[in-house]
């Protein structure tokens, strides 16, 4: 049954992308129909029980054509039809016809493409295929990043954005070619008897990294995610940075890896949950907050996936099957709520045009329904109890606790993995509280948040549609494990379990209560608030009698204690100007987070090598004379060499 | 005939050092022309006991393009270039001159520590094939005008011939005119070029090619 609804799902696509620089009604049934028949189509694999697999006699590249969905590709394309449908419906009223009329119709072909590159991304078995589809859906990307290149910083966002997914690819040719040459055959699947194969891991684990954006590898990310479009925003976060995750669980799980492999992903893990919450608070562009974010939720996965392989390790540990589907199921649900974050963060830029938190403020009144929203995304990337993020950061947390309290050598790992999973979480609440006050709360701090609008009902539905998921995962995980335990079987068939885990059942009528109660006093405390007509002021008034929008906290003041422990990393460049004299006129106080990886370490390194290169050049100049002398001096070189070497 | 054949080479070097030290490019083209000459007179006298009229061709042949044809059109293109003296070299006459010398001193000494065959022990066949590619070298690194280059490629090739008369015997006649005929060419081809430097630049300054990289 998968067969033809992928078909279908094909040939939707590729329509849609004919059509849809003509006609924007077309290409959204068209977007919408393929996105269903796709979902559909991996949900059928993830229910039902058996592979979809078809091998053609067609050739593409000389080799024959072999698609394959099991039970992970199915889970990614799940993530990728939800939020590729709900990013097409959101995209129509986002970037419309009479907004952005040069780059609408164009942003609607390369949107059906680049859904379409990453599901043939996800469906082919076979490398040179895989590549094909890979590089395509990363040209793809490139063309919604810059989508509005008139601006200079989207343009330079792009170029950084394409110079790190080559750099990237790189790795994955070495690896994909020496794979094909160690086995003899282009062919994927599972290869795990050929323990030899296994260094290749790191190969994989750098190549998928720079796209999952882990933590030093992320330098694309902030400025790339900030400086799309935010439909494009929220499919690259939701969906494309979950391709090099797929990447990573894919092979680990079909090639064997070297048994540093676990100790080495947790350890990427936490590191990159907690440098990029760090650096999250302390953004002011509340979309590279958000971007920031997807490097933390990168993190948490990346630990789940090493927990699994540290079990694997350690001669196939329950607790790592937990990890591991605490770990899918967070690609869902990051998927989820970081679409749904990003979306909002969209109709505020839609409503402002602003994507700085100190120019925001107050927006709640004027646009209830983005913010309600966007505090249920902010709650569950919080991973709060009762929404879904706190249900897969559980179950990472139950297998990490496991891992403790079995006392193995995975314990050293698993234990520290979890108290930093921990801070991460507290860091990242800081966050969102953050940024939900400064956008939300207070009173407007300049004129264009004063004026906002709610967003229409085309963007609004989608946002619908993504909360709703959040809630329903959170509220009845068990509806969702079948499918979370078929990709975990897929990965290692050994680790097929029938069963929900007996705690999950009981999270979520934990979760149903809380959630009752939660709504129950949220319905008490707004007919308090209206029966007894009490007095609505600004959000920090602190009793004075005249509160100016100035005395609102800043968004660097809101986290400047969170952000002092982080200085070490974060390396904020400051300007400060101290009131002086009697009296004093102006005083000014600055602070700028900059990209350090990249402003600090990168920068530099490439400064150097573009010194080195321009130095090699000067040998180029055009004088024949010196060419001349570059020949008789290699003759001598040579002869000397022969001279030297003892020549008979 | 030994002694005849080492007077001639020893000649050819001789107007090596003269190519080096000489700033007018009239002289610097005769002694390449002469040198030429001599090259096309040394099959004869190597061979001298069995002469045909394939070595009788060769002879006639090297002696005619080397000699002859090159020579005037160099000196044609010399003339519609109108220009007549290296003003100013990349490396002095003196300078080059002394490199010279040191080339072919080097030359001989190499020669002494290379494996010959025993009949070609006594012959000044490979120092002079040695001195004459270095004074190649030397012209076309120390040169700026486009001619001056090209007496210093044609002196080049002139040594890698004299390397090639060691295998006299051994070298079919088709290979040994396809090599002046490539020469030849390649002279034709520069001569066009220089013509068309001289009239996009108005000089035949190689230092002005620069700005044509990239």
């Given amino acids: 049954m998968s067969g033809p609804l992928l078909l279908l799902a094909f040939v939707a696509l590729v329509t849609a992308i004919l059509v849809g620089v003509r006609s924007s009604r077309w290409w959204l049934a068209l977007t919408v129909t393929g996105a269903v028949a796709g979902l559909i189509a991996s949900l059928t694999v993830l229910l039902g029980a058996t592979d979809w697999e078809w091998r053609s006699e067609l050739t593409l590249g000389g080799e024959l054509i072999h698609l394959r969905l099991d039970g992970v590709s199915a889970l990614f394309l799940a993530l990728l039809s939800v939020v590729g449908g709900t990013g097409g419906v959101y995209a129509r009223e986002y970037w419309s016809e009479q907004h952005y009329p040069a780059s609408a119709p164009r942003g609607r072909a390369w949107w059906s493409a680049l859904v379409l590159c990453m599901g043939l991304v996800l469906v082919s078995s076979n490398g040179l295929h895989f590549l094909i589809g890979w590089e395509l859906f990363t040209v793809c990307a490139y063309f919604l990043i810059t989508l509005d290149r008139r601006r200079r910083e989207v343009r330079a966002a792009g170029w950084l954005y394409l110079a790190a997914s080559h750099a990237g690819t790189v790795c994955l040719f070495a690896f994909f070619s020496t794979l094909a040459a160690r086995t003899g055959s282009w062919e994927l699947g599972p290869m795990r008897e050929q323990a030899g194969l296994a260094p290749l891991f790191w190969l994989a684990l750098t190549g998928f990294g720079v796209k999952a954006g882990v933590f030093p590898l992320h330098v694309w990310l902030p400025s790339a995610h900030a400086s799309a479009p935010s439909h494009v925003s929220a499919i690259l976060s939701g969906v494309a ?33 907690l440098l990029g919450i760090a650096f999250a608070l302390a953004q002011n562009d509340f979309k590279r907050l958000l971007a920031y974010c997807s490097v933390e939720n990168v993190g948490v996965i990346l ?25 899918l199921l967070h690609v869902w649900n990051h998927g989820a709520f970081k679409a749904l974050l990003f979306f909002s963060a969209g109709a505020v830029l839609h409503a402002t045009g602003t994507r700085e938190m100190s120019k925001l403020g107050g927006l709640w009144r004027t646009m209830p329904w983005t913010a309600g929203l966007f505090a249920l995304g902010a709650v569950a990337v919080s991973g709060l109890p009762p929404l879904n993020g706190f249900v897969s950061e559980w179950l990472v947390y139950l297998g990490l606790f496991d891992a403790v309290t079995g006392r193995g050598p995975a314990a050293w790992a698993a234990m520290p993995a979890a108290i930093m999973l921990a801070m991460t979480g507290a860091l990242a609440m800081a966050s969102f509280a953050k940024a939900g006050a400064m956008i939300f709360l207070g009173a407007p701090r300049t004129k264009p948040a004063a004026h906002a609008h709610e967003c229409g009902p085309g963007m609004r539905g989608p946002m619908l549609v993504l909360a709703g998921l959040c809630v329903l995962i959170g509220l009845s995980p068990v509806l969702f494990w079948p499918a979370v335990a078929r990709a975990v079987a897929s990965w290692r068939p050994a680790w097929a379990a029938a069963e929900a885990p007996a705690p999950l059942a009981m999270l979520g009528s934990v979760h149903v209560v809380l959630a009752v109660l939660m709504v129950a006093a949220a319905v008490w405390l707004w007919r308090k608030a209206h029966a007894n007509s009490v007095r609505r002021g600004l959000t920090w008034d602190c009793g004075y009698a005249r509160p100016t929008v100035r005395m609102q906290y800043t968004s660097a003041s809101f986290a400047g204690i969170a952000t002092g422990w982080f200085r070490w990393l974060l390396q904020p460049e400051r300007t400060l100007r101290r009131p002086r004299g009697l009296f004093p006129t102006e005083a000014i106080r600055l602070e700028r987070v900059p990209e350090t990886v990249l402003e600090k370490l990168l920068g530099p390194v490439s400064v150097a090598v573009m010194q080195v290169s321009a130095a090699a050049r000067r040998l180029q100049h055009g004088r024949l004379q010196s060419y001349v002398v570059y020949v008789v001096a290699g003759l001598m070189a040579l002869g000397v060499l022969v001279l030297l070497g003892g020549a008979p | 005939m030994n002694e005849t054949l080492n007077l001639l080479i020893g000649l050819a070097m001789g107007l090596n050092l003269l190519a080096l030290g000489s700033s007018r490019l009239p002289s610097l083209i005769q002694a390449m022309s002469f040198q030429g000459m001599l090259l096309g007179l040394m ?22 393009g080397k000699g002859v044809v090159i020579p005037t059109l160099l000196r044609r293109a010399m003339r519609a270039a109108n220009i007549d003296r290296e003003i100013e070299p990349f490396i002095g006459f003196v300078p080059s001159l002394l490199l010279g010398a040191a080339g072919t001193i080097a030359a001989v000494a190499l020669s002494q520590a290379l494996p010959l065959l025993p009949e070609h022990a006594g012959l000044l066949l490979v120092p002079g094939a040695i001195a004459s590619v270095l004074t190649g070298f030397v012209l076309l690194i120390g040169r700026a005008e486009a001619i001056s280059q090209v007496c210093g490629y044609l002196i080049l090739e002139n040594g890698i011939y004299l390397f090639g008369l060691l295998l006299i015997r051994s070298t079919p006649l088709v290979v040994e005119s396809g090599i002046l005929l490539d020469v030849t060419v390649g002279v034709f081809v520069i001569g066009i070029i220089v013509d068309r430097i001289q009239r996009a630049f108005d000089s035949l300054d190689t230092r002005k090619l620069t700005a044509l990289r990239e």
């Fill in chain 1, 241 to 273: 940075i979950k391709m090099g995750l797929y990447g990573i669980v894919r092979f680990s799980g079909w090639l064997p890896v070297p048994a540093a492999a676990g100790w080495v992903v947790i350890g990427l893990g936490a590191t990159s949950a």
């Fill in chain 1, 303 to 327: 630990i789940g996936v090493g927990a699994a392989l540290l079990a694997e390790a350690n001669g196939d540990a329950p607790w790592g099957r937990l990890a591991l589907a605490g770990a």
């Fill in chain 2, 43 to 64: 099959p004869l006298i190597m061979e001298h006991e069995h002469l045909d009229w394939r070595l009788g061709l060769i002879a006639l042949a090297t002696i005619a």
